[in-house]
């Protein structure tokens, strides 16, 4: 692990200033302490990079599950009531692992999950510009496109727009500027200083030149990133415990299902986007993630902490700053808690502008056009759901856009297996017989297209059904094709069925 640390620990300094105003942000739009939200991005570094098997993928809280804690705190009756059910949680994303439950996973569409990633570069871009002019009315972290606020995601940058502040503009500009050219000069060659470091070095002393020379125009207040500023004690003093009498709640045990059920949903889609985006394509164990996220919320819960879950967003900045090894997660959560004990005051001058300047160059290599390009030319089948996912993660949230995105494309998969000839003819041409071969699969699927041909059979023919080869003959095939001998008869279709078992048709009263 400890192999590539001159790439690991850099990234793990560009994972920690993005997931700072993340952890911040999530937990106060969470309606939560502000703690919380850090005690989460710690677990999320230490806990969690340590038992799971994905090398890349960064865990904390996460802004898909915002909504769900928001109403669970009032629900059950307070943050501290909330706990046990993040805990319970926990727990039920273990069973899942124990029950290999992570395979679901896969059944998610490759065009679904490159949709999800362009969807969240598009949204990160879009979120990201009224940080970058100093326009901060919500959250860092909100990727919902109607905000607390009540604005939408348009009406934000519209406003934005209208309240330019020139300081923001100038740290937003030369950030991005820093990120894109770094690479290109000799300085890429330190390591140990990546391109988004020096971006947010600069931001910062920019604003601290503007604030010397030119007060008007530097950024203050709520356009700075805000950590608690209250020392180890008072950390300590600051740790919510749970309220363990919740437990006779049944909202409490309803609302850790939901927890449990959900963040290992988004845990698993992010670990197959991080798949798609580990530059070693290295496939992380389904089963073992949904044990450290699990072990992950409960520890999480116990110490006061939000529900945690794989965030795409710090994985894909920790993938685009050169991390190898999962030592960039871990050191990641060391530096969280070093933010929070030692080096508040210090971070507390960091200007978002400068943190959205990393933001929205990594948005852009998300949804950089040569994705678009490529589920182009797969094809309609593929590009279509592609497509469809980004929209509607654009216009809802993740988890209902990725859904939306899956109907889409298992409408695809459907729409294809119905054109896909089910019987194979096999009898020579001009034969009196004509033979029809089934495949080794025989399901529900095959129904529409097997009725098709069967009832386009002419009056007066001769048929006979192989299914000898079949392996598998699902109920509803299986009906149509018996229950077409009625329908033969009053066609004079001598109908013959070969190898298929005969099966009760007769209703159930």
């Known amino acids: 692990m400890f192999t590539h640390w001159r790439d690991d620990l850099p990234a793990s300094l560009v994972v920690f200033l993005v997931a700072l105003p993340l952890c911040l942000g999530i937990a106060l739009a969470s309606g939560a302490p502000l703690l919380s939200g850090v005690i989460a991005g710690v677990v999320g570094g230490l806990v969690v990079g340590a038992v799971s098997g994905s090398a890349l993928m960064v865990s904390g809280p996460a802004a898909g599950l915002t909504a769900i804690v928001l109403a669970g705190i009032t629900q059950v009756g307070g943050f501290q009531r909330f706990l046990p059910a993040v805990i319970l949680g926990g727990a039920i994303q273990v069973a899942l692992s124990v029950a290999k439950a992570g395979v679901i996973g896969y059944y998610f569409p490759s065009a679904v999950i490159k949709g999800m990633l362009a969807a969240i570069g598009l ?34 940058i519209g406003h934005a727009l209208g309240q330019v502040q020139p300081g923001a503009i100038a740290v937003a500009l030369l950030g991005v500027a820093l990120m894109v050219l770094w690479p290109k000069t000799p300085f890429a060659r330190i390591k140990l200083f990546p391109a988004p470091l020096a971006a947010v070095a600069v931001g910062v002393g920019l604003n601290e030149l503007l604030l010397a020379l030119e007060p008007s125009f530097a950024i203050r207040g709520t356009h700075l990133v805000s950590l608690p500023t209250t020392g180890f004690s008072g950390i300590a003093s600051q740790l919510t415990r749970p309220d363990w009498s919740a437990l006779a709640d049944q909202q409490v045990w309803m609302l850790a299902a939901t927890l449990g059920i959900v963040a290992s949903l988004e845990s698993l889609l992010s670990l197959e986007a991080t798949n798609k985006l580990d530059p070693e394509k290295r496939d992380a164990p389904a089963n073992r993630e949904l044990l450290a996220q699990g072990l992950g919320n409960m520890i999480s819960g116990f110490f006061g902490g939000l529900p945690v879950t794989g965030v795409i967003v710090r994985s894909s900045a920790n993938v685009d700053a050169g991390a190898r090894t999962r030592l960039s997660a871990l050191a990641h959560g060391v530096l969280l808690v070093l933010a929070v004990v030692v080096i508040a005051p210090v971070l507390n001058r960091i200007p978002l502008a400068a943190l959205a300047a990393v933001l929205l160059v990594t948005g852009f290599k998300l949804t950089a056009p040569a994705l678009w390009k490529s589920a182009w030319r797969l094809g309609t089948a593929h590009f279509v759901p592609f497509a469809v996912t980004i929209v509607a993660i654009l216009f809802t949230d993740l988890l209902k856009g990725i859904a939306v995105g899956l109907v889409v494309g298992l409408g695809y998969i459907l729409a294809e297996h119905m054109r896909r000839p089910v019987l194979t003819k096999v009898s020579p041409p001009g034969a009196v017989l004509t033979r029809y071969l089934l495949p080794d699969q025989l399901t529900f699927l095959s129904k529409a297209s097997l009725m098709n041909v069967l009832d386009a059979l002419p009056e007066g023919t001769r048929v006979e059904i ?20 009625e329908t033969a008869r009053t066609k004079n279709i001598d109908y013959r069925l070969v190898g298929i078992p005969e099966t009760d048709l007769t209703p159930a009263h």
């Open 123 to 156: 949204t990160l871009i879009l979120k990201q510009i009224p940080h970058a002019v100093g326009y901060d009315d919500d959250y860092e972290g909100d990727f919902a496109f109607i905000s607390p606020s009540g604005e939408n995601t348009f009406d934000a």
């Open 466 to 485: 192989d299914g000898r080869k079949t392996s598998r003959f699902d109920y509803d095939a299986l009906e149509a094709l018996i229950g077409f001998r």
